[in-house]
Nanobody, 119 residues
Framework: QVQLVESGGGSVQAGGSLRLSCAAS????????MGWFRQTPGKEREGVAT???????TYADSVKGRFTISRDNIKNTLILQMNGLKPADTAMYYC?????????????WGQGTQDAVSS
């Protein structure tokens, strides 16, 4: 059974940094695409960044230049390095994996990790 387990969330002040990790299991599960999404109460979940098997990345305009997504293929882990955090980045962050980067069907989701950025 596929599992995605996020870690690294927490509370920081504006301008600070957080590093999120998503460990995928079993180790034989190597999805074509993985990504980070976030959601705040009352709003729809939004895409933050994606990383495909060829190393191609996409970012939401709101995080470009501040967030970096990467993938450790040895550890089968997805990383999101978040720098220059703003209060608007406060959200529950979810890791996702799928056979393509549409994340519309057959997506696996982690349980989420909460980030809070204070001004």
């Amino acid at each position: 059974q596929v599992q995605l387990v996020e870690s690294g969330g927490g509370s920081v002040q504006a301008g600070g940094s957080l590093r999120l990790s998503c460990a995928a299991s079993p180790v034989t599960y190597r999805p074509y695409c993985m990504g980070w999404f976030r959601q705040t109460p009352g709003k729809e979940r939004e895409g933050v960044a994606t990383f495909d098997t060829y190393g191609r990345t996409t970012y939401a305009d709101s995080v470009k230049g501040r967030f970096t997504i990467s993938r450790d293929n040895i550890k089968n882990t997805l990383i999101l390095q978040m720098n220059g955090l703003k209060p608007a980045d406060t959200a529950m962050y979810y890791c996702a994996a799928e056979g393509n980067c549409s994340f519309t069907y057959g997506t696996y989701w982690g349980q989420g990790t909460q980030d809070a950025v204070s001004s």
